[in-house]
Nanobody, 115 residues
Framework: QVQLVESGGGLVQPGGSLRLSCAASGSIFPFNQMAWYRQAPGKERDLVAVMTLGGGTRYADSVKGRFTISRVKTGNTLYLQMNSLKPEDTAVYYC?????????WGQGTPVTVSS
């Protein structure tokens, strides 16, 4: 029943910024871990950022210092703030939530970084 829906993707110029949102259905936010992944055409899906149960964060080396994963207590929404975007960041971005050992995936939102 719990679902995730990503939004905020689109076309942005190199060096620009974009904020992705991942909204969880229902009035509760049951995930003990959430993460953002991305998948470029013809490539495997890669981990971008993780938020742990205690609020700690981890980032892929390729996005450290540029991307920030966060969430708020209200709104049941996870965010990915992306700054200093590069063409290499072009991909479909997916939100994932973990409930115990069960993972819930969103359908993805495309991000294109191009001039």
């Amino acid at each position: 029943q719990v679902q995730l829906v990503e939004s905020g993707g689109g076309l942005v110029q190199p060096g620009g910024s974009l904020r992705l949102s991942c909204a969880a259905s229902g009035s509760i936010f049951p995930f003990n871990q959430m993460a953002w992944y991305r998948q470029a055409p013809g490539k495997e899906r890669d981990l971008v950022a993780v938020m742990t149960l205690g609020g700690g964060t981890r980032y892929a080396d390729s996005v450290k210092g540029r991307f920030t994963i966060s969430r708020v207590k209200t709104g049941n929404t996870l965010y990915l703030q992306m700054n200093s975007l590069k063409p290499e960041d072009t991909a479909v971005y997916y939100c994932k939530g973990r409930i115990g050992t069960y993972d819930v995936w969103g359908q993805g939102t495309p991000v294109t970084v191009s001039s």
